[in-house]
């Protein structure tokens, strides 16, 4: 250690003079509480001011950055915004759902899959829109043909969220999957596969909500409520299931602005 040196450091551990060894050596373990805090202090000296990491940008696989949008959700379509009471039935059943799965996680996650069942890794984002919504709707195929309506394929309907493939994702996965399906929500149109697979995702995500999650169940809840106002038919089942989904997201996940107040 150069001299002076340890007198330009900020004395973090002051020591006052003790009476060391002319022997005493800093790199054997120290034998005594004054030869332990002196190496404390020589160890300090020598760290550099300034730590650079050295990180691989191919190995971040998303932007750190969490994007949250602070405007609220369009208003239901005249005569079809949910009843406070409604709303309020379906949290509840919710919270019963969660609770459920919640319980009997570890049952269904040892339950064997079906042969035809193979669940795509977290980072395959094409093989879980496929595994969700099925190659008709991801290739946007209106019907089935004849020969396919005699049996269901799973790959081409999607496989549904069954318990025991819900209970086999960790919270990473579900976070994932949901942000795939989100996505593949801003550009398509609303479908009883999607819906299903959104219902069992929001039921499997913990609370408190991680900010990635926060941002990503308020993008759903806007984008429900786009298509809601934009629905043209007024298709009173799908509305009630985007009114569902803008329901949980509001009052379940504590998004009180996202809320549909009751006319």
């Keep these: 250690m150069e001299p002076g040196l340890e007198e330009l450091m900020p004395r973090l551990l002051p020591v006052g003079d003790c009476d060391l060894a002319e022997d005493f050596d800093p790199t054997v373990p ?50 079809y915004s949910p009843t406070l009471k409604w709303q309020q039935q379906q949290v509840a059943n919710f919270s019963a759902v969660r609770q459920s799965l919640n319980k009997h996680r570890n049952h269904w996650r040892s339950q064997h899959l079906d042969s035809n069942v193979t669940m795509p890794k977290s980072e395959d984002e094409e093989g879980w829109k496929k595994f969700c919504l099925g190659e008709r709707v991801y290739s946007e195929i209106d019907a089935l043909s004849d020969n396919e309506n005699l049996g269901i394929d799973y790959m081409k309907v999607g496989f549904p969220p069954l318990l025991s493939i819900v209970s086999r994702m960790n919270q990473a996965t579900v976070t994932s999957v949901l942000e795939y399906l989100i996505s593949w929500f801003g550009e398509k149109k609303f479908t009883p596969e999607l819906g299903r697979w959104l219902y069992a995702l929001l039921a499997c995500l913990e609370k408190p909500l991680l900010p990635e999650a926060h941002s990503l169940i308020r993008q759903l809840a806007r984008r429900c409520s786009e298509v809601r106002a934009l629905e043209e038919s007024k298709n009173e089942e799908q509305i009630s299931a985007l009114n569902l989904i803008i329901c949980l997201v509001s009052r379940y996940f504590d998004q009180r602005d996202l809320a549909d107040e009751p006319s």
């Excluded at 650079?52 to 208003?75: E, F, H, M, W, Y």
């Design 30 to 79: 120290p034998r005594t509480p004054q030869e332990y805090l002196k190496r404390v202090q020589i160890e300090a000296a020598r760290c550099p001011d300034v730590v650079v990491a050295q990180i691989d940008p191919r190995k971040l696989k998303k932007k750190p950055t969490v994007n949250i949008s602070i405007c609220g959700c369009q208003p239901a379509p005249e005569g």
